[in-house]
């Protein structure tokens, strides 16, 4: 029958096409359709003001071995190499945007996922902040900024100055953790003001570099 | 030889199946979310069991998780998109000339065994569309239209099902000539 | 790019225009296909009628291959659309009960709503059948379904991340399957139609 000829025809024509179009599918590469923050949104994120770890709160974390964070060092690879947090990883900020020969962001898995909680440092907050703006520029999820950098990590917690007697308990408080977080990160003990009982601070840096010799990034 | 020929006819399955594939494309487009109905059965279910025993309502887990955030549960996607089917199909009746006021049934059927079974079937999909999370549309179209997980398990399950009872059923919808 | 409202490109006010727009597409289209009446919807396990067959399957076709070009297009962002979240036990024990639905009452809800809206009574009862299942569902939740309500629960997982492949493949396998089905219901049409019976 002719009708049933056409019909048959027709059925051919479009199991072909879609038999084309599988096939086409098959082969396309993978799109990320990722769209990058508008500069009003990041001023807002940037406003807002929440990104930021004090040292006090990473020392903790550190402490209590908290497996939910990792921090990011942006430094060069020499600054590093010399010290770092207890497993941090370099990612110096020169090569935060490194793209490989895919085209994809090198560092993409370390700085945007929503497993960890990475924490930018560097000495200061200058450069951690710089790169927290790229990744939130990035659309990159949960990036936070150590504020004050390493300079303040050292200079509120190992070398934390013991609080006058009449001070309130809250800067007691908060003294005694410093105290405690300097020991754990080997540092010999505070130079207060005015306590009798002051230590001399020891060789702080090199106690912990040896503890951090593994770090090596990873996840 | 071609079946029975419908007095009004209906159109080609491969073009409605098109432009409903359109349609969902649409739907994706434009909220981010495909089909469904079954939904729009919960939230109404759980407006009515609210303003009646609100307090009951808000006891029970599971109409609390219906009534969502702030305003009524018949504010919802699909309660819209319901009524906006019913206007559709309605639509479409006209223009057909299928608009009739009786009982679809087999037969050999009584219309009273008929409405019995509907009533039945309806309160089996009710459960199971609330159970499996939704019907053929919501599940099983959609599902299988982004490629989850959930719409293939549902498709197979919802259609394995169907032929699995339809063996025992037989007699009721069909008869040798 | 799309979803317009999730990428905020339109404000959620219009979210349920579009609803009521594209549902209206929705029912137009079941209507025409003939989703309206029991004995059309049934034919599919019987062997007389393949239309649901048919046009589900254009439909998911259409939809799927139609998300991923224009995902690949730039046209929508096929990672912000909403994913069913697998919950194994409870698909596909809901999912045989609405297929028992389907058999005994001849409809699911959706097509019952056609049925209704074209005048059937037996499509009106249907669905007040629903409301009574979702009613009895609710009401026992607490002591009877609760622990299978959220059994399984795999989150919003698709099919081809649990296959580890990529969409595209996926697609092209399901292509074909669809493909094989398609060349099926008019094997099965053929063979049926040297049956008589009535319907």
Redesign the interface.
């Known amino acids: 029958m002719d009708s049933r000829n056409t019909i048959k025809k027709r059925?051919y024509f479009?199991?072909g096409i879609?038999?084309l179009?599988?096939?086409i599918?098959?082969?396309?590469p993978?799109?990320?359709?990722?769209?990058e923050l508008s500069p009003e949104d990041l001023l807002l994120a940037i406003a807002t003001q929440d990104r930021f770890y004090s040292p006090e709160d990473i020392a903790k974390l550190i402490i209590s071995g908290d497996p939910s964070i990792q921090l990011v060092d942006v430094r060069s690879s020499e600054e590093f190499t010399a010290f770092s947090l207890p497993n941090a990883i370099n990612i110096p900020l020169a090569n935060l945007l490194d793209k490989d020969e895919n085209g994809e962001y090198v560092w993409e898995t370390f700085l945007n996922q929503d497993v960890k909680t990475n924490i930018i440092y560097s000495n200061g907050t200058v450069y951690a902040n710089q790169a927290w703006m790229l990744t939130k520029r990035l659309n990159f999820k949960n990036n936070y900024v150590m504020e004050g950098g390493l300079n303040a990590f050292f200079e509120n917690i190992m070398l934390a100055k013991k609080p006058l007697v009449s001070a309130p308990q809250k800067e007691i408080d908060l003294f005694n953790f410093r105290k405690a977080a300097a020991m754990y990160f080997g540092g010999g003990g505070s130079v207060s003001t005015v306590s009798s009982d002051s230590k001399p601070i020891e060789g702080t840096p090199v106690k912990t570099k040896k503890k951090e010799a593994k770090s090596g990034g990873g996840c | 030889m071609e079946k029975i020929q419908e007095p009004k006819k209906y159109m080609n399955p491969y073009l409605a199946g098109f432009l409903l594939g359109l349609t969902m494309i649409a739907a994706f487009y434009f909220s981010g979310r495909g089909l469904g109905a079954s939904g729009a059965i919960k939230s109404t279910v759980t407006a009515v069991v609210s303003a009646v025993a609100p307090a009951h309502a808000d006891k029970s887990e599971f109409y609390a998780s219906y009534k969502g955030e702030g305003s009524s549960p018949m504010n919802s996607w699909l309660v819209y998109e319901m009524l906006g089917f019913i206007f559709g199909a309605l639509i479409s009746g006209i223009i057909a000339g299928r608009i009739k006021k009786d009982i679809v049934k087999p037969p050999k059927i009584t219309s009273r065994t008929r409405l019995i079974m509907a009533g039945l079937g309806g309160v089996a999909a009710g459960i199971g569309a609330t159970l499996g999370r939704g019907c053929t549309s919501g599940a099983g179209l959609t599902g299988m239209s982004n490629l989850s997980l959930a719409g293939f398990i549902s498709f197979m399950a919802m259609f394995g099902g169907a032929f699995m009872f339809s063996f025992f059923l037989r007699k009721f919808w069909i008869n040798k000539a | 790019m799309g979803p317009l409202i999730q990428q905020g490109i339109l404000s959620p006010e219009w979210d349920m225009i579009f609803a009521f727009i594209i549902g209206i597409s929705f029912g137009f289209i079941l209507e025409q296909a003939g989703f309206s009446t029991a004995r059309k919807i049934v034919g599919v396990f019987y062997g007389y009628d393949m239309t649901v067959l048919r046009v589900f399957l254009t439909a998911v076709v259409t939809a799927s291959v139609g998300l991923l070009y224009f995902n690949y297009l730039g046209w929508i962002d096929i990672s912000l659309i909403y994913i069913n979240p697998t919950f194994i036990w409870s698909a596909i024990i809901g999912g045989v009960l609405v297929g028992l639905g389907m058999i005994v009452g001849g409809y699911c809800p959706g097509t019952s709503f056609a049925a209704a809206a074209i005048g059937k009574i037996d499509g009106m009862v249907f669905i007040g059948g629903l409301f009574i299942g979702v009613f009895f569902y609710g009401e026992t939740y607490d002591f009877l379904f609760k622990n299978l309500h959220d059994a399984g629960n795999l989150g919003p997982v698709t099919l081809y991340q649990i296959l580890g492949i990529s969409s595209g493949t996926l697609e092209f396998f399901f292509l074909i399957f669809a493909i094989f089905m398609f060349w099926m219901t008019i094997v099965i049409t053929k063979a049926f139609s040297n049956r008589q019976f009535k319907y």
């Open positions: 059925y479009i199991t879609l038999f179009l599988g096939a599918l098959l082969v396309l993978h799109r990320d359709n990722k769209k």
